[in-house]
């Protein structure tokens, strides 16, 4: 069974992250921004999507999201630093 699991940080208006799971991020993010997310974020919105990460199933994504948020907040920024850079060279790659 393909789905996609998601697990993401999000830069909260305090500059706080967040990180969560989802199936589906457009949506997650609309609960969130509603104040219907998890309490964490109440208040804390507006919100910017960070980072995302898929991965294969449920239990990978969950697993993963308990070791993204065991994390302090320096080593987050570097695995947001170094996904973007990662992203970047895969795209200047394709030119």
């Known amino acids: 069974m393909e789905n996609n699991h998601l697990v993401y940080i999000l830069k909260c208006k305090d500059d706080t992250l ?3 799971y989802t199936t589906n991020m457009e949506r ?3 609960m969130h921004e509603s104040g219907k997310g998890a309490k964490y974020t109440r208040g804390r919105g507006p919100f910017t999507v960070m ?10 994504a969950l697993s993963r999201e308990y070791e993204i ?3 302090q907040r ?3 920024l570097t695995l947001i630093k170094e996904e973007k850079g990662k992203i970047y060279h895969a795209n200047s790659k394709k030119l």
């Open 74 to 76: 320096h080593e987050k």
């Open 18 to 20: 967040y990180t969560g």
């Open 69 to 71: 948020k065991k994390l």
């Open 28 to 30: 997650r993010l609309k």
């Open 51 to 60: 980072y995302q990460e898929m991965l294969a199933t449920k239990e990978a």
